[in-house]
Protein backbone atom coordinates (compact mmCIF):
# COMPACT_ATOMS: atom_id res chain seq x y z
CA UNK A 1 0.00 0.00 0.00
CA UNK A 2 2.71 2.49 1.01
CA UNK A 3 4.84 1.21 -2.31
CA UNK A 4 2.03 1.97 -4.62
CA UNK A 5 1.13 5.18 -2.97
CA UNK A 6 5.43 6.43 -2.82
CA UNK A 7 5.15 5.18 -6.99
CA UNK A 8 1.85 7.18 -8.04
CA UNK A 9 4.04 10.13 -6.11
CA UNK A 10 6.81 9.81 -7.57
CA UNK A 11 5.52 9.16 -10.98
CA UNK A 12 3.26 12.87 -10.51
CA UNK A 13 7.24 14.06 -9.87
CA UNK A 14 8.04 12.64 -13.10
CA UNK A 15 5.47 14.37 -14.87
CA UNK A 16 5.08 17.37 -13.38
CA UNK A 17 8.93 18.34 -13.38
CA UNK A 18 10.70 16.35 -16.49
CA UNK A 19 7.27 15.79 -19.15
CA UNK A 20 5.37 18.75 -19.05
CA UNK A 21 8.48 20.57 -19.08
CA UNK A 22 9.65 19.03 -22.25
CA UNK A 23 6.20 18.50 -24.06
CA UNK A 24 6.25 22.76 -23.43
CA UNK A 25 9.47 23.08 -25.14
CA UNK A 26 8.42 20.87 -27.71
CA UNK A 27 5.50 22.97 -28.82
CA UNK A 28 6.44 25.64 -27.77
CA UNK A 29 3.65 27.10 -25.85
CA UNK A 30 5.59 28.94 -23.71
CA UNK A 31 2.51 30.90 -21.69
CA UNK A 32 1.80 27.55 -20.77
CA UNK A 33 4.27 27.82 -18.24
CA UNK A 34 2.55 31.25 -16.70
CA UNK A 35 -0.86 28.81 -16.76
CA UNK A 36 0.47 26.37 -15.06
CA UNK A 37 1.71 28.61 -12.24
CA UNK A 38 -1.10 30.10 -11.62
CA UNK A 39 -2.63 26.44 -11.52
CA UNK A 40 -0.22 25.29 -8.90
CA UNK A 41 -0.35 28.89 -6.74
CA UNK A 42 -4.06 28.86 -6.92
CA UNK A 43 -4.53 25.28 -6.12
CA UNK A 44 -2.40 26.12 -3.08
CA UNK A 45 -4.96 28.33 -2.01
CA UNK A 46 -7.65 25.78 -2.71
CA UNK A 47 -5.95 23.35 -0.45
CA UNK A 48 -6.72 25.89 2.20
CA UNK A 49 -10.43 26.23 1.32
CA UNK A 50 -10.84 22.79 1.46
CA UNK A 51 -9.29 22.18 4.96
CA UNK A 52 -12.20 24.66 5.79
CA UNK A 53 -14.70 21.88 3.93
CA UNK A 54 -12.97 19.59 5.97
CA UNK A 55 -14.56 20.88 9.33
CA UNK A 56 -17.41 21.05 7.87
CA UNK A 57 -17.15 25.04 7.08
CA UNK A 58 -17.97 26.66 3.65
CA UNK A 59 -15.10 29.16 2.95
CA UNK A 60 -15.91 32.03 0.52
CA UNK A 61 -13.03 34.28 1.73
CA UNK A 62 -9.47 33.13 1.04
CA UNK A 63 -9.22 36.04 -1.55
CA UNK A 64 -9.23 38.09 1.25
CA UNK A 65 -5.80 36.06 2.49
CA UNK A 66 -4.78 35.80 -0.71
CA UNK A 67 -4.82 39.92 -0.71
CA UNK A 68 -3.55 40.28 2.73
CA UNK A 69 -0.58 37.88 2.32
CA UNK A 70 0.12 39.55 -1.02
CA UNK A 71 0.45 42.66 -0.05
CA UNK A 72 2.35 41.97 3.05
CA UNK A 73 5.01 40.58 1.04
CA UNK A 74 5.01 43.30 -1.50
CA UNK A 75 5.22 46.02 1.58
CA UNK A 76 8.20 44.13 2.73
CA UNK A 77 10.12 43.93 -0.22
CA UNK A 78 9.80 47.51 -1.69
CA UNK A 79 9.67 49.08 1.79
CA UNK A 80 11.46 47.61 3.89
CA UNK A 81 13.92 45.67 1.70
CA UNK A 82 13.39 42.02 3.28
CA UNK A 83 14.07 39.58 0.84
CA UNK A 84 11.39 38.15 -0.87
CA UNK A 85 11.86 34.17 0.47
CA UNK A 86 12.31 35.44 4.05
CA UNK A 87 8.35 37.51 3.13
CA UNK A 88 6.92 34.24 2.05
CA UNK A 89 6.26 32.89 5.66
CA UNK A 90 5.85 36.26 6.68
CA UNK A 91 2.80 36.54 4.96
CA UNK A 92 1.38 33.07 5.63
CA UNK A 93 2.33 34.01 9.50
CA UNK A 94 0.39 37.35 8.97
CA UNK A 95 -2.70 36.17 7.41
CA UNK A 96 -2.65 33.10 9.90
CA UNK A 97 -2.76 35.61 12.85
CA UNK A 98 -5.44 38.27 11.06
CA UNK A 99 -7.59 34.85 10.74
CA UNK A 100 -7.12 33.70 14.43
CA UNK A 101 -8.29 37.23 15.24
CA UNK A 102 -11.44 37.15 12.74
CA UNK A 103 -12.13 33.59 12.82
CA UNK A 104 -12.67 33.16 16.69
CA UNK A 105 -16.05 34.91 16.88
CA UNK A 106 -17.37 34.12 12.70
CA UNK A 107 -16.32 30.33 13.32
CA UNK A 108 -18.88 29.74 15.65
CA UNK A 109 -21.28 30.91 12.44
CA UNK A 110 -22.64 27.45 10.67
CA UNK A 111 -23.42 26.53 6.83
CA UNK A 112 -24.52 29.46 5.04
CA UNK A 113 -24.25 31.93 6.98
CA UNK A 114 -20.40 31.27 7.55
CA UNK A 115 -20.13 31.07 3.78
CA UNK A 116 -22.06 34.51 2.94
CA UNK A 117 -19.76 36.37 5.87
CA UNK A 118 -16.50 35.10 4.93
CA UNK A 119 -17.67 36.04 1.38
CA UNK A 120 -17.98 39.71 3.08
CA UNK A 121 -14.84 39.38 4.91
CA UNK A 122 -13.53 39.38 0.71
CA UNK A 123 -14.81 42.22 0.04
CA UNK A 124 -13.33 43.86 3.62
CA UNK A 125 -9.82 43.17 2.27
CA UNK A 126 -10.58 44.91 -1.16
CA UNK A 127 -12.07 48.05 0.34
CA UNK A 128 -9.41 47.99 2.96
CA UNK A 129 -7.03 48.20 0.62
CA UNK A 130 -8.12 50.86 -1.53
CA UNK A 131 -8.48 52.94 1.82
CA UNK A 132 -5.28 52.48 3.22
CA UNK A 133 -2.61 54.82 2.98
CA UNK A 134 0.12 51.98 2.76
CA UNK A 135 -0.88 50.24 -0.16
CA UNK A 136 -1.46 53.10 -2.43
CA UNK A 137 -5.42 52.73 -3.30
CA UNK A 138 -6.60 52.02 -6.44
CA UNK A 139 -3.35 52.69 -8.60
CA UNK A 140 -1.57 49.21 -6.33
CA UNK A 141 1.81 48.42 -6.07
CA UNK A 142 3.77 47.80 -9.16
CA UNK A 143 7.37 46.92 -10.16
CA UNK A 144 8.11 44.70 -7.47
CA UNK A 145 11.61 43.42 -7.51
CA UNK A 146 11.97 40.01 -8.57
CA UNK A 147 12.77 37.52 -6.26
CA UNK A 148 16.57 37.62 -4.96
CA UNK A 149 19.08 34.64 -4.91
CA UNK A 150 18.58 32.34 -1.31
CA UNK A 151 21.44 30.98 0.08
CA UNK A 152 22.38 29.70 3.41
CA UNK A 153 26.27 29.57 4.75
CA UNK A 154 26.85 30.89 1.17
CA UNK A 155 25.53 27.98 -0.43
CA UNK A 156 23.26 29.17 -3.28
CA UNK A 157 19.80 27.48 -3.13
CA UNK A 158 17.89 29.29 -5.29
CA UNK A 159 19.31 31.52 -7.90
CA UNK A 160 18.49 35.14 -8.26
CA UNK A 161 15.27 34.93 -10.73
CA UNK A 162 16.85 38.22 -12.59
CA UNK A 163 19.67 36.33 -13.70
CA UNK A 164 17.66 33.33 -15.11
CA UNK A 165 17.49 33.56 -18.55
CA UNK A 166 14.25 32.04 -18.41
CA UNK A 167 12.26 33.34 -15.02
CA UNK A 168 8.99 31.34 -16.15
CA UNK A 169 10.75 28.19 -15.76
CA UNK A 170 11.87 28.99 -12.70
CA UNK A 171 8.48 30.36 -10.89
CA UNK A 172 6.46 26.98 -12.57
CA UNK A 173 9.05 25.09 -10.45
CA UNK A 174 8.66 27.06 -7.37
CA UNK A 175 5.03 26.86 -7.53
CA UNK A 176 4.76 23.46 -8.30
CA UNK A 177 7.81 23.09 -5.34
CA UNK A 178 5.42 24.84 -3.29
CA UNK A 179 1.62 23.22 -4.26
CA UNK A 180 3.90 19.72 -3.49
CA UNK A 181 4.67 20.85 0.14
CA UNK A 182 1.46 22.10 0.53
CA UNK A 183 -0.26 18.91 -0.56
CA UNK A 184 2.18 16.64 1.50
CA UNK A 185 1.33 18.88 4.51
CA UNK A 186 -2.39 18.39 4.03
CA UNK A 187 -2.39 15.03 3.16
CA UNK A 188 -0.13 14.48 6.62
CA UNK A 189 -2.43 16.47 8.23
CA UNK A 190 -5.79 14.82 7.51
CA UNK A 191 -4.17 11.68 8.39
CA UNK A 192 -2.88 12.47 11.55
CA UNK A 193 -4.96 12.97 14.72
CA UNK A 194 -6.03 16.57 14.26
CA UNK A 195 -7.40 15.31 10.81
CA UNK A 196 -9.59 12.47 12.40
CA UNK A 197 -10.53 15.37 14.84
CA UNK A 198 -11.52 17.51 12.19
CA UNK A 199 -13.73 15.23 10.53
CA UNK A 200 -15.63 14.31 13.57
CA UNK A 201 -16.12 18.52 13.44
CA UNK A 202 -17.35 17.81 10.33
CA UNK A 203 -19.67 15.02 11.29
CA UNK A 204 -21.51 16.24 14.28
CA UNK A 205 -19.95 19.10 16.42
CA UNK A 206 -22.25 18.68 19.44
CA UNK A 207 -20.97 15.19 19.82
CA UNK A 208 -17.57 15.70 19.79
CA UNK A 209 -17.45 18.73 21.85
CA UNK A 210 -19.60 16.52 24.01
CA UNK A 211 -17.02 13.53 24.27
CA UNK A 212 -14.27 16.13 25.27
CA UNK A 213 -12.95 17.44 21.71
CA UNK A 214 -12.18 21.01 22.19
CA UNK A 215 -14.16 22.36 19.39
CA UNK A 216 -13.63 25.47 19.18
CA UNK A 217 -9.58 25.54 19.22
CA UNK A 218 -10.03 22.92 16.46
CA UNK A 219 -11.52 25.23 14.04
CA UNK A 220 -9.55 28.60 14.97
CA UNK A 221 -6.65 26.15 14.08
CA UNK A 222 -8.16 24.63 10.94
CA UNK A 223 -8.39 28.25 9.67
CA UNK A 224 -5.34 29.44 10.40
CA UNK A 225 -3.82 26.94 8.70
CA UNK A 226 -6.34 27.51 6.01
CA UNK A 227 -5.28 31.34 5.77
CA UNK A 228 -1.81 30.66 5.97
CA UNK A 229 -2.04 28.69 2.29
CA UNK A 230 -4.09 31.51 1.03
CA UNK A 231 -1.30 34.12 2.42
CA UNK A 232 1.45 32.08 0.68
CA UNK A 233 -0.15 31.84 -2.54
CA UNK A 234 -1.30 35.66 -2.85
CA UNK A 235 2.54 36.64 -1.68
CA UNK A 236 3.78 34.55 -4.55
CA UNK A 237 1.12 35.84 -6.89
CA UNK A 238 2.19 39.10 -6.03
CA UNK A 239 5.70 38.21 -6.86
CA UNK A 240 5.17 36.71 -10.24
CA UNK A 241 3.09 39.31 -11.40
CA UNK A 242 5.22 42.23 -10.04
CA UNK A 243 2.51 43.77 -9.58
CA UNK A 244 -0.77 43.90 -6.99
CA UNK A 245 -3.90 45.99 -6.96
CA UNK A 246 -6.74 46.17 -4.67
CA UNK A 247 -8.68 44.04 -7.18
CA UNK A 248 -6.09 41.71 -7.58
CA UNK A 249 -8.21 39.09 -5.40
CA UNK A 250 -12.20 39.74 -5.31
CA UNK A 251 -14.74 37.65 -4.51
CA UNK A 252 -15.02 36.28 -8.11
CA UNK A 253 -11.39 34.66 -7.02
CA UNK A 254 -13.17 33.43 -3.57
CA UNK A 255 -16.13 31.78 -5.21
CA UNK A 256 -13.40 30.10 -7.54
CA UNK A 257 -11.45 28.77 -4.74
CA UNK A 258 -14.90 27.29 -3.51
CA UNK A 259 -15.68 25.57 -6.72
CA UNK A 260 -11.92 24.48 -7.76
CA UNK A 261 -12.78 22.40 -4.43
CA UNK A 262 -15.90 21.25 -5.38
CA UNK A 263 -15.16 20.06 -8.73
CA UNK A 264 -12.49 17.90 -7.42
CA UNK A 265 -14.39 16.59 -4.90
CA UNK A 266 -14.76 17.46 -0.92
CA UNK A 267 -14.09 14.42 0.46
CA UNK A 268 -10.55 13.71 -1.71
CA UNK A 269 -7.14 15.53 -0.44
CA UNK A 270 -6.06 15.80 -4.19
CA UNK A 271 -9.50 17.24 -5.12
CA UNK A 272 -8.51 20.97 -5.06
CA UNK A 273 -5.22 20.36 -6.73
CA UNK A 274 -7.69 18.23 -9.99
CA UNK A 275 -10.53 20.75 -9.90
CA UNK A 276 -7.81 23.97 -10.34
CA UNK A 277 -6.39 22.26 -13.44
CA UNK A 278 -9.46 21.43 -14.91
CA UNK A 279 -11.15 24.59 -14.48
CA UNK A 280 -8.61 27.06 -14.76
CA UNK A 281 -6.28 24.83 -17.09
CA UNK A 282 -9.70 24.67 -19.32
CA UNK A 283 -10.84 27.83 -19.12
CA UNK A 284 -7.56 29.19 -20.50
CA UNK A 285 -7.97 26.15 -23.55
CA UNK A 286 -12.00 27.43 -24.37
CA UNK A 287 -10.28 31.23 -25.22
CA UNK A 288 -10.25 29.78 -28.28
CA UNK A 289 -14.27 29.97 -28.39
CA UNK A 290 -14.02 32.88 -28.16
CA UNK A 291 -17.35 34.51 -27.18
CA UNK A 292 -18.95 31.70 -26.10
CA UNK A 293 -15.77 30.62 -23.77
CA UNK A 294 -17.91 31.47 -20.90
CA UNK A 295 -21.07 29.84 -22.34
CA UNK A 296 -19.18 26.36 -23.00
CA UNK A 297 -17.42 26.60 -19.59
CA UNK A 298 -20.40 27.36 -17.33
CA UNK A 299 -22.33 24.57 -19.31
CA UNK A 300 -19.77 22.17 -18.67
CA UNK A 301 -19.47 23.49 -14.97
CA UNK A 302 -23.10 22.67 -14.99
CA UNK A 303 -23.20 19.46 -16.82
CA UNK A 304 -20.22 17.88 -14.82
CA UNK A 305 -22.60 18.72 -11.48
CA UNK A 306 -25.64 16.63 -12.70
CA UNK A 307 -23.26 13.84 -13.76
CA UNK A 308 -20.84 14.30 -10.90
CA UNK A 309 -22.41 16.00 -8.03
CA UNK A 310 -19.93 14.64 -5.62
CA UNK A 311 -16.72 15.95 -7.85
CA UNK A 312 -14.41 14.50 -10.47
CA UNK A 313 -12.86 12.52 -8.00
CA UNK A 314 -16.27 10.23 -6.82
CA UNK A 315 -14.77 8.44 -9.84
CA UNK A 316 -12.49 6.82 -8.11
CA UNK A 317 -14.61 5.80 -5.85
CA UNK A 318 -15.42 1.79 -6.05
CA UNK A 319 -17.99 1.22 -3.60
CA UNK A 320 -20.56 3.77 -5.38
CA UNK A 321 -19.72 2.58 -8.81
CA UNK A 322 -20.63 -1.10 -7.71
CA UNK A 323 -24.14 0.41 -6.41
CA UNK B 1 -32.34 64.81 6.96
CA UNK B 2 -36.29 64.33 5.24
CA UNK B 3 -33.80 63.19 1.98
CA UNK B 4 -31.90 61.20 3.52
CA UNK B 5 -34.57 59.18 4.40
CA UNK B 6 -36.40 59.07 1.39
CA UNK B 7 -33.56 57.93 -0.44
CA UNK B 8 -33.36 55.37 2.05
CA UNK B 9 -37.18 54.41 1.99
CA UNK B 10 -36.63 54.19 -1.66
CA UNK B 11 -33.66 52.38 -2.11
CA UNK B 12 -34.58 49.56 0.72
CA UNK B 13 -38.04 48.96 -1.14
CA UNK B 14 -35.96 47.95 -4.21
CA UNK B 15 -33.70 45.94 -1.60
CA UNK B 16 -36.30 44.29 0.36
CA UNK B 17 -37.79 42.81 -2.81
CA UNK B 18 -34.92 41.41 -3.91
CA UNK B 19 -34.14 39.64 -0.72
CA UNK B 20 -37.30 38.31 -0.87
CA UNK B 21 -37.00 36.37 -3.28
CA UNK B 22 -33.33 34.83 -2.13
CA UNK B 23 -34.66 34.14 0.87
CA UNK B 24 -38.17 32.34 -0.45
CA UNK B 25 -35.20 30.02 -2.17
CA UNK B 26 -33.26 29.69 0.84
CA UNK B 27 -36.02 28.75 3.06
CA UNK B 28 -37.63 26.05 1.08
CA UNK B 29 -34.53 24.62 -0.54
CA UNK B 30 -31.24 25.78 1.32
CA UNK B 31 -29.68 26.72 -1.52
CA UNK B 32 -27.80 29.66 -1.67
CA UNK B 33 -29.00 31.36 -5.10
CA UNK B 34 -25.32 32.96 -6.67
CA UNK B 35 -27.71 33.55 -9.62
CA UNK B 36 -29.73 35.87 -8.30
CA UNK B 37 -28.01 39.04 -9.40
CA UNK B 38 -27.93 37.94 -12.90
CA UNK B 39 -31.95 36.53 -12.89
CA UNK B 40 -32.54 40.03 -12.00
CA UNK B 41 -30.15 42.01 -14.79
CA UNK B 42 -31.90 39.07 -17.06
CA UNK B 43 -35.30 40.34 -15.59
CA UNK B 44 -34.09 44.23 -16.91
CA UNK B 45 -33.41 43.06 -20.46
CA UNK B 46 -36.03 41.58 -20.90
CA UNK B 47 -38.05 44.36 -20.25
CA UNK B 48 -36.12 46.32 -22.13
CA UNK B 49 -35.81 44.31 -25.11
CA UNK B 50 -40.35 44.57 -24.72
CA UNK B 51 -40.27 47.91 -24.43
CA UNK B 52 -37.85 49.74 -26.52
CA UNK B 53 -37.30 47.17 -29.36
CA UNK B 54 -40.61 46.36 -29.58
CA UNK B 55 -42.03 49.46 -28.89
CA UNK B 56 -44.64 47.98 -26.36
CA UNK B 57 -46.06 49.74 -22.99
CA UNK B 58 -44.19 49.65 -19.96
CA UNK B 59 -46.26 47.14 -18.09
CA UNK B 60 -45.92 44.61 -21.06
CA UNK B 61 -42.55 44.23 -20.25
CA UNK B 62 -43.07 44.03 -16.93
CA UNK B 63 -44.99 41.05 -16.96
CA UNK B 64 -42.98 39.71 -19.37
CA UNK B 65 -40.01 39.73 -17.51
CA UNK B 66 -42.17 38.22 -14.66
CA UNK B 67 -42.94 35.46 -17.05
CA UNK B 68 -40.16 34.73 -18.63
CA UNK B 69 -37.93 34.67 -15.32
CA UNK B 70 -40.65 32.27 -13.60
CA UNK B 71 -40.30 29.65 -16.15
CA UNK B 72 -36.55 30.17 -16.28
CA UNK B 73 -36.32 29.82 -11.73
CA UNK B 74 -39.12 26.84 -12.59
CA UNK B 75 -36.78 25.08 -15.58
CA UNK B 76 -33.50 25.62 -13.39
CA UNK B 77 -35.44 24.36 -10.30
CA UNK B 78 -36.65 21.32 -12.22
CA UNK B 79 -34.07 20.11 -14.34
CA UNK B 80 -31.11 21.20 -12.32
CA UNK B 81 -31.35 21.85 -8.56
CA UNK B 82 -33.23 18.90 -7.88
CA UNK B 83 -31.46 15.94 -9.14
CA UNK B 84 -28.11 17.58 -7.88
CA UNK B 85 -29.37 17.76 -4.19
CA UNK B 86 -31.04 14.34 -4.52
CA UNK B 87 -27.89 12.75 -5.50
CA UNK B 88 -25.40 14.69 -3.67
CA UNK B 89 -23.67 14.02 -0.61
CA UNK B 90 -23.45 17.03 0.74
CA UNK B 91 -26.08 20.29 0.94
CA UNK B 92 -23.46 22.14 -0.18
CA UNK B 93 -22.79 20.84 -3.65
CA UNK B 94 -25.70 22.83 -5.06
CA UNK B 95 -23.41 26.14 -4.91
CA UNK B 96 -21.35 24.93 -7.63
CA UNK B 97 -24.03 24.61 -9.55
CA UNK B 98 -25.65 27.99 -8.43
CA UNK B 99 -22.25 29.21 -9.24
CA UNK B 100 -22.23 27.68 -12.70
CA UNK B 101 -25.55 28.91 -13.59
CA UNK B 102 -24.37 32.33 -12.48
CA UNK B 103 -21.99 31.94 -15.51
CA UNK B 104 -24.18 30.41 -17.43
CA UNK B 105 -26.47 33.54 -17.07
CA UNK B 106 -23.57 35.96 -17.53
CA UNK B 107 -22.86 34.37 -20.88
CA UNK B 108 -26.59 34.16 -22.25
CA UNK B 109 -26.49 37.47 -21.13
CA UNK B 110 -23.52 38.64 -23.12
CA UNK B 111 -24.83 36.72 -26.24
CA UNK B 112 -28.15 37.84 -26.29
CA UNK B 113 -28.30 41.48 -24.84
CA UNK B 114 -24.37 42.61 -25.28
CA UNK B 115 -22.52 44.73 -22.59
CA UNK B 116 -23.71 48.03 -23.65
CA UNK B 117 -25.40 49.73 -20.64
CA UNK B 118 -29.65 49.88 -21.55
CA UNK B 119 -32.06 51.89 -19.92
CA UNK B 120 -35.69 52.65 -20.64
CA UNK B 121 -36.77 56.05 -20.94
CA UNK B 122 -38.52 57.65 -18.29
CA UNK B 123 -42.31 56.59 -17.53
CA UNK B 124 -43.26 59.67 -15.54
CA UNK B 125 -41.78 62.90 -16.17
CA UNK B 126 -40.82 65.49 -12.99
CA UNK B 127 -39.60 66.17 -9.89
CA UNK B 128 -41.43 66.05 -6.43
CA UNK B 129 -39.95 69.08 -4.78
CA UNK B 130 -41.51 69.36 -1.15
CA UNK B 131 -39.78 73.21 0.09
CA UNK B 132 -36.29 72.33 -0.66
CA UNK B 133 -36.27 69.36 1.79
CA UNK B 134 -37.43 66.57 -0.39
CA UNK B 135 -36.80 66.16 -4.20
CA UNK B 136 -37.32 63.52 -6.01
CA UNK B 137 -38.44 62.64 -9.16
CA UNK B 138 -41.97 61.19 -9.95
CA UNK B 139 -40.62 57.97 -11.49
CA UNK B 140 -38.39 57.11 -8.17
CA UNK B 141 -41.73 57.87 -6.03
CA UNK B 142 -44.20 55.46 -8.64
CA UNK B 143 -41.55 52.51 -8.69
CA UNK B 144 -41.28 52.31 -4.95
CA UNK B 145 -44.91 52.41 -4.50
CA UNK B 146 -44.86 49.64 -7.30
CA UNK B 147 -42.17 47.96 -5.20
CA UNK B 148 -43.63 48.15 -1.58
CA UNK B 149 -47.20 47.17 -3.20
CA UNK B 150 -45.16 44.23 -4.69
CA UNK B 151 -43.91 43.57 -1.28
CA UNK B 152 -47.44 43.83 0.55
CA UNK B 153 -48.70 41.27 -2.07
CA UNK B 154 -45.96 38.87 -1.88
CA UNK B 155 -46.88 38.94 2.25
CA UNK B 156 -50.06 38.48 1.38
CA UNK B 157 -50.53 35.68 -1.10
CA UNK B 158 -47.76 33.81 1.50
CA UNK B 159 -50.14 34.07 4.36
CA UNK B 160 -53.78 33.60 2.82
CA UNK B 161 -53.27 31.66 -0.31
CA UNK B 162 -52.63 27.69 -0.33
CA UNK B 163 -50.06 27.43 -1.96
CA UNK B 164 -48.56 30.31 0.56
CA UNK B 165 -49.27 27.95 3.25
CA UNK B 166 -48.21 24.91 1.90
CA UNK B 167 -44.58 26.94 1.00
CA UNK B 168 -44.57 28.52 4.42
CA UNK B 169 -44.85 24.79 6.09
CA UNK B 170 -42.08 24.01 3.87
CA UNK B 171 -39.85 26.00 4.88
CA UNK B 172 -40.87 25.25 8.98
CA UNK B 173 -39.91 22.45 8.51
CA UNK B 174 -39.78 19.62 5.26
CA UNK B 175 -41.00 16.10 6.90
CA UNK B 176 -43.51 17.51 9.05
CA UNK B 177 -44.97 19.12 5.53
CA UNK B 178 -44.62 16.19 3.41
CA UNK B 179 -46.25 13.73 5.87
CA UNK B 180 -49.25 16.30 6.28
CA UNK B 181 -49.74 15.61 2.03
CA UNK B 182 -47.67 18.98 0.58
CA UNK B 183 -45.78 17.94 -2.60
CA UNK B 184 -42.11 18.71 -1.49
CA UNK B 185 -40.84 18.54 -5.23
CA UNK B 186 -43.67 20.38 -6.69
CA UNK B 187 -43.39 23.28 -4.15
CA UNK B 188 -40.20 23.44 -4.54
CA UNK B 189 -40.61 24.05 -7.98
CA UNK B 190 -43.00 27.29 -7.68
CA UNK B 191 -40.86 28.41 -4.59
CA UNK B 192 -38.36 29.08 -7.17
CA UNK B 193 -40.10 30.22 -9.92
CA UNK B 194 -41.98 33.02 -7.57
CA UNK B 195 -38.30 33.82 -6.41
CA UNK B 196 -37.06 34.19 -9.73
CA UNK B 197 -40.18 35.59 -10.58
CA UNK B 198 -39.48 38.43 -8.07
CA UNK B 199 -35.80 39.27 -9.14
CA UNK B 200 -36.96 39.48 -12.70
CA UNK B 201 -40.08 41.84 -11.37
CA UNK B 202 -37.27 44.25 -9.74
CA UNK B 203 -35.18 44.44 -12.67
CA UNK B 204 -38.02 45.67 -14.41
CA UNK B 205 -38.34 48.15 -12.42
CA UNK B 206 -35.30 49.43 -12.06
CA UNK B 207 -34.31 49.20 -15.57
CA UNK B 208 -36.44 52.54 -16.22
CA UNK B 209 -34.61 54.11 -13.54
CA UNK B 210 -30.78 52.53 -13.65
CA UNK B 211 -30.57 51.10 -16.63
CA UNK B 212 -28.76 47.83 -16.10
CA UNK B 213 -25.81 46.37 -17.35
CA UNK B 214 -23.73 42.87 -17.76
CA UNK B 215 -21.57 43.39 -14.61
CA UNK B 216 -24.10 44.85 -12.25
CA UNK B 217 -25.06 40.27 -11.77
CA UNK B 218 -22.44 39.67 -8.87
CA UNK B 219 -22.48 42.89 -6.77
CA UNK B 220 -26.72 42.49 -6.86
CA UNK B 221 -25.85 38.79 -5.30
CA UNK B 222 -23.49 39.90 -2.82
CA UNK B 223 -25.67 43.04 -1.84
CA UNK B 224 -28.85 40.67 -1.68
CA UNK B 225 -26.68 38.14 0.61
CA UNK B 226 -26.01 41.09 3.21
CA UNK B 227 -29.60 41.60 3.31
CA UNK B 228 -30.41 37.98 4.50
CA UNK B 229 -27.96 37.91 7.12
CA UNK B 230 -29.04 41.36 8.37
CA UNK B 231 -32.53 40.05 9.18
CA UNK B 232 -32.03 36.25 9.33
CA UNK B 233 -31.70 33.64 6.29
CA UNK B 234 -34.67 31.88 5.03
CA UNK B 235 -37.31 34.65 7.49
CA UNK B 236 -39.04 36.68 5.23
CA UNK B 237 -39.95 39.39 7.35
CA UNK B 238 -35.75 39.30 7.98
CA UNK B 239 -35.71 39.87 4.38
CA UNK B 240 -37.96 42.80 4.13
CA UNK B 241 -36.30 44.16 7.60
CA UNK B 242 -32.40 43.46 6.16
CA UNK B 243 -33.58 45.34 3.02
CA UNK B 244 -35.08 48.50 4.49
CA UNK B 245 -31.66 48.77 6.90
CA UNK B 246 -29.07 48.21 3.98
CA UNK B 247 -31.02 51.18 1.91
CA UNK B 248 -30.87 53.50 4.98
CA UNK B 249 -27.39 52.83 5.72
CA UNK B 250 -26.44 53.05 2.17
CA UNK B 251 -28.56 56.59 2.41
CA UNK B 252 -27.08 57.59 6.03
CA UNK B 253 -23.61 56.27 4.71
CA UNK B 254 -23.22 58.04 1.47
CA UNK B 255 -23.80 61.28 2.98
CA UNK B 256 -22.13 61.53 6.68
CA UNK B 257 -19.18 59.96 5.73
CA UNK B 258 -18.54 61.12 2.26
CA UNK B 259 -16.13 63.29 3.74
CA UNK B 260 -14.08 60.86 4.72
CA UNK B 261 -13.73 59.21 1.08
CA UNK B 262 -15.94 56.06 -0.25
CA UNK B 263 -15.83 54.23 3.05
CA UNK B 264 -19.65 53.62 3.01
CA UNK B 265 -19.46 49.91 2.17
CA UNK B 266 -16.38 49.76 4.47
CA UNK B 267 -18.08 50.46 7.26
CA UNK B 268 -21.23 48.35 6.68
CA UNK B 269 -19.54 45.30 6.06
CA UNK B 270 -17.12 45.84 8.93
CA UNK B 271 -20.37 46.61 11.56
CA UNK B 272 -21.80 43.77 9.78
CA UNK B 273 -19.41 41.39 10.95
CA UNK B 274 -18.81 42.98 14.57
CA UNK B 275 -23.37 42.56 14.74
CA UNK B 276 -23.22 38.32 13.51
CA UNK B 277 -20.29 37.61 15.89
CA UNK B 278 -22.68 38.88 18.31
CA UNK B 279 -25.79 37.76 16.80
CA UNK B 280 -24.92 34.94 14.08
CA UNK B 281 -28.53 34.39 13.27
CA UNK B 282 -29.16 38.24 12.16
CA UNK B 283 -32.60 40.03 13.74
CA UNK B 284 -35.00 37.17 12.99
CA UNK B 285 -33.41 34.35 12.09
CA UNK B 286 -33.62 30.93 13.45
CA UNK B 287 -30.11 29.90 15.07
CA UNK B 288 -28.38 27.92 12.75
CA UNK B 289 -30.70 28.29 9.84
Known sequence: ?323 | MEQIIANGLYLGAQYALIALGLTLIFSLMNVLNFAHGQMYVFGGFVTYTVVVQLGLPFIVGLFASAIVLAVMGAAIEKFLFAPVVRRSKRDESTMLLAAGIAFFLDAVILLFFGEKQRGVPKIVNGVLNLDMRIIMPYDRILIGVLAILLIVAFIAFMHYSRTGRAMRALAQDKVAAQLMGVNVSRYSMIGFALGAMLAGLVGGLLVTITGVNLGMGGPTSVKAFLMIMIGGAGVISGAIAGGFILGMMESVGLTVLSAYGDITYLVIFASLMVFLAVRPQGLMGKPWG
Open chain 1, 1 to 323: MIGKKLLGFIAFLVVVFVLVPLFISATGRWDFFYTLTSVALLSVGAAGVWLTFYIGRINIGQGAYALIGGYVSTILVTQANVSFWLTLPLAGLFCAIISVAIGFPILRLRGVYFAMVTLVLTEVARLTALALPITNGAKGITSIPLPGELSIFGLTIIPAFGTLSNPRFGFYIMAVLLMIITYLVLWRIVNSRLGHLCRSLQQNEELSASIGVNTAYLRVLAYAISSFFGGIAGAMFASIAQSIYPSSFVVADSVNFMLYCFLGGLGYVFGPMLGTLLLYFGWDLLSIAREYQLLIYSGVMILLMLVLPNGVLSLLDKKEGSR
